[in-house]
Protein backbone atom coordinates (compact mmCIF):
# COMPACT_ATOMS: atom_id res chain seq x y z
CA UNK A 1 0.00 0.00 0.00
CA UNK A 2 1.25 3.36 -0.60
CA UNK A 3 0.15 6.11 1.88
CA UNK A 4 -1.83 9.24 0.99
CA UNK A 5 0.24 12.46 1.65
CA UNK A 6 -1.22 14.55 4.22
CA UNK A 7 -0.67 17.82 5.68
CA UNK A 8 -0.59 17.08 9.60
CA UNK A 9 -1.17 20.79 10.31
CA UNK A 10 -4.75 20.24 9.03
CA UNK A 11 -5.61 18.43 11.84
CA UNK A 12 -6.15 18.90 15.71
CA UNK A 13 -4.56 16.13 18.29
CA UNK A 14 -7.14 14.44 20.24
CA UNK A 15 -5.72 11.73 22.18
CA UNK A 16 -2.70 9.96 22.86
CA UNK A 17 -1.94 6.05 23.51
CA UNK A 18 1.60 3.57 23.55
CA UNK A 19 2.06 3.30 19.63
CA UNK A 20 1.64 7.08 18.99
CA UNK A 21 -1.27 10.40 18.78
CA UNK A 22 -4.44 10.35 17.49
CA UNK A 23 -5.88 13.66 15.22
CA UNK A 24 -9.62 14.97 14.32
CA UNK A 25 -10.09 16.95 11.10
CA UNK A 26 -11.79 19.85 12.35
CA UNK A 27 -13.69 20.52 8.53
CA UNK A 28 -14.50 17.29 8.28
CA UNK A 29 -16.47 16.27 11.60
CA UNK A 30 -16.35 11.92 10.10
CA UNK A 31 -12.41 11.80 9.60
CA UNK A 32 -10.06 10.81 12.51
CA UNK A 33 -5.92 9.69 12.29
CA UNK A 34 -3.89 6.99 13.71
CA UNK A 35 -0.30 8.27 13.49
CA UNK A 36 2.07 5.74 14.72
CA UNK A 37 5.43 7.49 16.40
CA UNK A 38 8.24 7.66 14.08
CA UNK A 39 10.04 4.43 13.17
CA UNK A 40 7.03 2.06 13.92
CA UNK A 41 7.57 -0.81 11.56
CA UNK A 42 4.89 0.55 8.18
CA UNK A 43 4.77 -3.36 7.80
CA UNK A 44 3.04 -3.63 11.23
CA UNK A 45 0.83 -0.34 10.15
CA UNK A 46 0.25 -2.08 6.98
CA UNK A 47 -1.46 -5.32 8.92
CA UNK A 48 -3.23 -3.21 11.23
CA UNK A 49 -5.18 -1.90 8.39
CA UNK A 50 -5.81 -5.00 6.89
CA UNK A 51 -6.97 -6.36 9.85
CA UNK A 52 -9.20 -3.78 10.61
CA UNK A 53 -10.67 -3.86 7.25
CA UNK A 54 -11.41 -7.89 7.87
CA UNK A 55 -12.46 -7.33 11.31
CA UNK A 56 -15.08 -4.22 9.93
CA UNK A 57 -16.65 -6.50 7.26
CA UNK A 58 -16.92 -9.14 9.98
CA UNK A 59 -19.63 -7.01 11.57
CA UNK A 60 -17.37 -6.69 14.89
CA UNK A 61 -18.65 -2.95 15.89
CA UNK A 62 -15.25 -0.61 15.16
CA UNK A 63 -14.39 2.16 13.72
CA UNK A 64 -14.63 2.26 9.79
CA UNK A 65 -11.13 1.94 8.49
CA UNK A 66 -10.10 4.42 5.57
CA UNK A 67 -6.50 4.24 3.72
CA UNK A 68 -2.70 4.69 4.75
CA UNK A 69 -1.76 8.58 5.32
CA UNK A 70 2.07 10.30 6.15
CA UNK A 71 3.02 13.40 6.83
CA UNK A 72 6.63 12.48 5.49
CA UNK A 73 7.96 11.57 8.87
CA UNK A 74 5.11 9.25 10.57
CA UNK A 75 2.73 6.90 8.75
CA UNK A 76 -0.59 6.11 10.22
CA UNK A 77 -4.52 5.46 9.33
CA UNK A 78 -7.52 6.78 8.60
CA UNK A 79 -10.93 6.37 9.99
CA UNK A 80 -14.27 7.43 10.20
CA UNK A 81 -14.50 9.07 13.12
CA UNK A 82 -16.08 8.05 16.30
CA UNK A 83 -17.88 11.44 17.70
CA UNK A 84 -18.11 11.79 21.69
CA UNK A 85 -16.08 9.54 22.06
CA UNK A 86 -14.52 7.71 25.46
CA UNK A 87 -12.69 4.64 26.70
CA UNK A 88 -14.10 3.01 29.19
CA UNK A 89 -10.58 3.78 31.50
CA UNK A 90 -11.64 7.10 30.73
CA UNK A 91 -14.72 6.67 31.84
CA UNK A 92 -13.97 5.06 35.43
CA UNK A 93 -11.15 7.84 35.69
CA UNK A 94 -13.37 10.23 35.51
CA UNK A 95 -15.89 8.66 37.55
CA UNK A 96 -14.49 5.63 40.19
CA UNK A 97 -17.93 4.71 41.11
CA UNK A 98 -18.33 3.35 37.12
CA UNK A 99 -16.09 0.44 38.36
CA UNK A 100 -18.56 -2.40 38.12
CA UNK A 101 -20.91 -1.50 35.82
CA UNK A 102 -18.41 -1.22 33.33
CA UNK A 103 -16.59 -4.05 34.74
CA UNK A 104 -19.45 -5.93 33.91
CA UNK A 105 -20.66 -5.10 30.80
CA UNK A 106 -16.83 -5.59 29.16
CA UNK A 107 -17.29 -8.74 30.25
CA UNK A 108 -20.74 -9.10 28.66
CA UNK A 109 -18.92 -7.53 25.62
CA UNK A 110 -15.73 -9.52 25.91
CA UNK A 111 -18.26 -12.97 25.89
CA UNK A 112 -19.80 -12.12 23.08
CA UNK A 113 -17.26 -11.04 20.76
CA UNK A 114 -15.57 -14.61 21.65
CA UNK A 115 -18.56 -16.10 20.57
CA UNK A 116 -17.88 -14.76 16.69
CA UNK A 117 -17.26 -17.41 14.69
CA UNK A 118 -14.44 -16.53 12.02
CA UNK A 119 -13.81 -18.38 9.03
CA UNK A 120 -11.51 -20.89 8.44
CA UNK A 121 -7.89 -19.00 6.57
CA UNK A 122 -9.70 -15.65 6.80
CA UNK A 123 -7.50 -15.07 9.92
CA UNK A 124 -3.69 -16.29 11.49
CA UNK A 125 -4.24 -19.03 13.87
CA UNK A 126 -3.00 -17.90 17.37
CA UNK A 127 -1.44 -20.47 18.34
CA UNK A 128 0.71 -20.37 15.32
CA UNK A 129 0.73 -16.51 16.06
CA UNK A 130 2.23 -17.49 19.24
CA UNK A 131 4.82 -20.03 18.31
CA UNK A 132 6.46 -17.66 15.58
CA UNK A 133 7.04 -15.32 18.70
CA UNK A 134 8.35 -17.79 20.74
CA UNK A 135 11.00 -18.74 18.31
CA UNK A 136 12.15 -15.36 17.95
CA UNK A 137 12.65 -15.03 21.67
CA UNK A 138 15.52 -14.85 23.87
CA UNK A 139 14.56 -15.20 26.92
CA UNK A 140 14.35 -18.98 27.05
CA UNK A 141 16.84 -21.84 26.62
CA UNK A 142 16.22 -24.70 24.34
CA UNK A 143 14.43 -26.95 27.09
CA UNK A 144 12.08 -23.94 28.38
CA UNK A 145 10.76 -23.29 25.10
CA UNK A 146 9.93 -26.86 24.48
CA UNK A 147 7.94 -26.67 27.27
CA UNK A 148 6.40 -23.37 26.60
CA UNK A 149 5.69 -24.42 22.98
CA UNK A 150 3.53 -27.49 24.50
CA UNK A 151 1.66 -25.53 26.23
CA UNK A 152 0.76 -23.36 23.75
CA UNK A 153 -0.01 -26.48 21.40
CA UNK A 154 -2.12 -27.80 24.05
CA UNK A 155 -4.62 -24.77 24.17
CA UNK A 156 -7.41 -26.11 22.77
CA UNK A 157 -8.90 -25.28 19.41
CA UNK A 158 -11.26 -22.63 18.29
CA UNK A 159 -12.33 -20.51 15.42
CA UNK A 160 -13.33 -17.75 17.14
CA UNK A 161 -12.61 -14.29 17.48
CA UNK A 162 -9.55 -13.09 19.58
CA UNK A 163 -8.97 -9.15 20.13
CA UNK A 164 -5.62 -9.53 20.34
CA UNK A 165 -4.95 -6.57 22.73
CA UNK A 166 -8.69 -6.37 25.00
CA UNK A 167 -8.42 -4.10 27.75
CA UNK A 168 -10.37 -1.60 28.79
CA UNK A 169 -8.23 1.22 27.17
CA UNK A 170 -9.42 -0.69 23.49
CA UNK A 171 -13.07 -0.41 24.17
CA UNK A 172 -14.93 2.50 23.35
CA UNK A 173 -18.32 4.48 24.02
CA UNK A 174 -19.90 7.23 22.14
CA UNK A 175 -22.45 8.59 23.44
CA UNK A 176 -23.84 8.32 27.81
CA UNK A 177 -21.32 6.12 29.68
CA UNK A 178 -23.62 4.06 30.87
CA UNK A 179 -26.91 3.32 29.08
CA UNK A 180 -29.97 6.37 29.33
CA UNK A 181 -33.63 5.41 28.23
CA UNK A 182 -34.13 7.40 24.44
CA UNK A 183 -30.33 8.16 23.80
CA UNK A 184 -28.22 6.74 21.73
CA UNK A 185 -25.19 4.44 22.61
CA UNK A 186 -22.66 2.94 20.71
CA UNK A 187 -19.66 0.73 21.96
CA UNK A 188 -17.13 -0.21 19.66
CA UNK A 189 -13.64 -2.23 20.02
CA UNK A 190 -10.63 -0.31 18.94
CA UNK A 191 -6.90 -1.35 18.01
CA UNK A 192 -7.70 -4.58 16.43
CA UNK A 193 -4.02 -4.84 15.21
CA UNK A 194 -3.28 -8.48 16.53
CA UNK A 195 -7.23 -9.90 15.64
CA UNK A 196 -6.51 -13.66 15.38
CA UNK A 197 -8.82 -16.81 16.32
CA UNK A 198 -8.97 -19.38 18.58
CA UNK A 199 -9.30 -20.10 22.46
CA UNK A 200 -10.67 -17.09 24.53
CA UNK A 201 -8.10 -17.50 27.50
CA UNK A 202 -5.33 -15.80 24.99
CA UNK A 203 -7.01 -12.52 25.43
CA UNK A 204 -7.83 -12.72 29.11
CA UNK A 205 -4.49 -13.57 29.28
CA UNK A 206 -3.39 -9.62 28.10
CA UNK A 207 -6.64 -8.26 30.22
CA UNK A 208 -4.87 -10.16 33.60
CA UNK A 209 -1.42 -8.33 32.81
CA UNK A 210 -2.87 -4.78 32.97
CA UNK A 211 -4.66 -5.52 35.95
CA UNK A 212 -1.72 -7.49 38.03
CA UNK A 213 1.74 -6.96 36.30
CA UNK A 214 1.47 -3.52 34.54
CA UNK A 215 3.94 -0.40 36.00
CA UNK A 216 1.68 1.62 38.33
CA UNK A 217 3.47 4.81 36.49
CA UNK A 218 2.44 3.08 32.81
CA UNK A 219 -1.18 2.11 34.45
CA UNK A 220 -1.91 5.87 35.61
CA UNK A 221 0.27 7.25 31.49
CA UNK A 222 -2.13 4.78 29.38
CA UNK A 223 -4.98 4.27 31.10
CA UNK A 224 -5.40 7.38 34.15
CA UNK A 225 -6.03 5.12 37.10
CA UNK A 226 -3.50 3.10 39.15
CA UNK A 227 -2.91 -0.23 39.88
CA UNK A 228 -5.11 -0.70 42.86
CA UNK A 229 -8.01 0.73 40.58
CA UNK A 230 -7.09 -1.93 37.65
CA UNK A 231 -7.30 -4.65 39.97
CA UNK A 232 -10.88 -3.72 41.50
CA UNK A 233 -11.94 -4.41 37.49
CA UNK A 234 -10.65 -7.17 37.06
CA UNK A 235 -11.82 -7.88 40.47
CA UNK A 236 -15.87 -7.44 38.69
CA UNK A 237 -14.65 -8.80 35.63
CA UNK A 238 -13.82 -12.34 36.71
CA UNK A 239 -16.89 -13.51 38.09
CA UNK A 240 -19.10 -12.11 35.49
CA UNK A 241 -17.17 -13.27 32.53
CA UNK A 242 -17.23 -16.79 33.82
CA UNK A 243 -20.73 -16.45 35.38
CA UNK A 244 -19.96 -17.89 38.39
CA UNK A 245 -19.08 -16.86 42.04
CA UNK A 246 -17.60 -19.97 43.38
CA UNK A 247 -14.23 -19.44 44.84
CA UNK A 248 -12.98 -22.85 43.55
CA UNK A 249 -13.70 -22.28 40.39
CA UNK A 250 -12.75 -18.47 39.74
CA UNK A 251 -9.13 -19.56 41.55
CA UNK A 252 -9.07 -21.86 38.32
CA UNK A 253 -9.96 -19.83 36.19
CA UNK A 254 -7.98 -16.91 37.62
CA UNK A 255 -4.69 -19.59 37.46
CA UNK A 256 -5.71 -20.47 33.78
CA UNK A 257 -5.65 -16.42 32.67
CA UNK A 258 -2.12 -15.82 34.81
CA UNK A 259 -0.78 -19.06 32.08
CA UNK A 260 -1.61 -17.58 29.36
CA UNK A 261 -0.98 -14.04 30.37
CA UNK A 262 2.67 -15.32 30.54
CA UNK A 263 2.43 -16.13 26.72
CA UNK A 264 1.39 -12.73 26.22
CA UNK A 265 4.07 -11.67 27.50
CA UNK A 266 6.06 -12.94 24.32
CA UNK A 267 3.98 -10.48 22.27
CA UNK A 268 4.78 -7.04 24.11
CA UNK A 269 8.57 -8.11 24.56
CA UNK A 270 8.68 -8.35 20.91
CA UNK A 271 6.75 -4.87 20.35
CA UNK A 272 9.43 -3.95 22.68
CA UNK A 273 12.56 -5.27 20.51
CA UNK A 274 12.60 -8.53 22.56
CA UNK A 275 13.36 -6.74 25.62
CA UNK A 276 13.83 -8.81 28.85
CA UNK A 277 11.21 -8.25 31.56
CA UNK A 278 12.31 -10.01 34.62
CA UNK A 279 8.51 -9.99 36.16
CA UNK A 280 7.52 -11.10 32.81
CA UNK A 281 9.75 -14.19 32.91
CA UNK A 282 8.70 -14.60 36.84
CA UNK A 283 5.42 -15.10 35.76
CA UNK A 284 6.54 -18.26 33.08
CA UNK A 285 8.57 -19.38 36.18
CA UNK A 286 5.54 -19.67 38.63
CA UNK A 287 3.04 -21.63 35.87
CA UNK A 288 4.10 -22.64 32.93
CA UNK A 289 8.00 -23.26 34.18
CA UNK A 290 7.17 -24.52 37.52
CA UNK A 291 8.88 -27.65 38.50
Known amino acids: ?13 SGEGANGLSYDNPSDPDEMLKMYNSGYEISAIETELEAARKVYNLGIPSPEPGDLVTDGERTGIRFKRIPHKTSFARAIADNL ?46 GQKEKIAAFIKSAPDS ?22 PGKERKVLWI ?16 LYIVTHHADDAFIFENFHFHNDTAFKFWQCFLPEYFGTTDPEILKQKEYECKCFAAIKT ?14 FKKLFMETILKQ
Open 266 to 279: LLIEYNCGNVLFPH
Open 1 to 13: MKPVKININDYVP
Open 191 to 206: DLGYFASGYHMFDLGM
Open 159 to 180: DTALHGDMHFGNIVISGPVLPQ
Open 97 to 142: SLIEPLAKEFADRCRQFHSIKCQPGVFEDVKHQFLKLLEADTAFDA
